[in-house]
């Protein structure tokens, strides 16, 4: 639009583009550019505060009087140092409102997971409260995601400790208030072990969705101290499977673990999963009471997934075969429970001599079945199995429950393994 121009009664030559009059011979202090901007809202009308920043301009006021337009504006905070709640409209903390409110967060892109972990010393397990979610990513063609929460205790088989919440269907904010739980949990787990938490999309057409993950380490809970936490997802993508791997990246994958278990120690043995056993020495009956409980993260022997686990005992040295006792079959767990009793007719001092050889076995129909883990309890063990054994013969009528580690390979005080 052209401006024109015009000489009012004083001689002062007036842009029209620039200025505007009211009553003849009245300038007005507002230009154009913010004429542009003046809140028409109810009440006296004001220039929208800090628009005026944004607008370059020159000094357009006439020499003779009026005052300089960038004046004003000056005393006000930019625009870009606005908290970006108040710009959307949204209400702040600062405003009474509370963080919770929030429909999402601002931080992050993938969202935040609530939990809540606690080790329980005496019972040896790790509790994990799996409260709710905000502001996932979206997963679906809706913008929604059906979540759901797996955990993993690492380093560990995968398969055999994992532990799921059910799916919360369409929505980015789910609720579960699910409580899983770690049996066999001990002090050395604590100290060494990591608490993995994903979160995951269900798709029931095709591979479900990884969303994020959290990573805890178990050293950071205190016995008997419920810790809370509210944690923004990471973007730690989970390795592919060997199945789904290239023939080189399995050969890596192979070499690194490898590497691994080299620099960890050569004596250190494959962790196959644990075993609650109950030792107690009857003085009335004058024998051994063996109980076989529970075992938990058992290693997966088959194509499905799981095992078939079932359990043997021995008392070595066995000259006469008789020692031999056996669980039943439990079908497709990794967490079995059996809890089945065994008795071991004996005198203490003879019992001193002797060694508990238990081993935890794999049941295949047609073919031997396969070897899981054991451990050996006598006077050759080490660590904890050595020290549940002497305790049971220092404290005879007394029920001694611990849990032990199963390993790959049974330590050579047990002698060689039995036949399946």
Known sequence: MRARSRKDDTGTIQSQGCCMRGRRGDRMTINIQEHMAINVCPGPIRPIRQISDYFPRRALGPEGGGRDLREAPARLAPLALAPPAALL?????????????YDSDDTTALGMLEFDLLYDQASCTLHCSILRAKGLKPMD???????????HLLPGACKANKLKTKTQRNTLNPVWNEDLTYSGITDDDITHKVLRISVCDEDKLSHNEFIGEIRVPLRRLKPSQKKHFNICLERQVPLASPSSMSAALRGISCYLKELEQAEQGPGLLEERGRILLSLSYSSRRRGLLVGIVRCAHLAAMDVNGYSDPYVKTYLRPDVDKKSK???????????????????YEMELSVLATKTLEVTV??????????????????????????????????????????????????PPAAGALPSA
């Open 141 to 151: 063609f809706n913008g929604l995601a059906d979540p759901y929460v797996k955990l």
């Open 325 to 343: 006792h056996k669980t039943c079959v439990k079908k497709k767990t990794l967490n079995p429970e059996f809890n089945e009793d065994f008795f």
């Open 89 to 101: 409209g949204a209400t702040t903390p600062e405003d009474g409102a509370e963080v919770d409110s």
């Open 361 to 410: 076995w794999d049941y295949d129909i047609g073919k031997s079945n396969d070897f899981i883990g054991g451990v050996s309890l006598g006077p050759g063990a080490r660590g904890e199995a050595r020290k549940h054994w002497s305790d049971c013969l220092q404290q005879p009528d007394a029920a001694l429950e611990r849990w032990h580690t199963l390993t790959s390979e049974l």
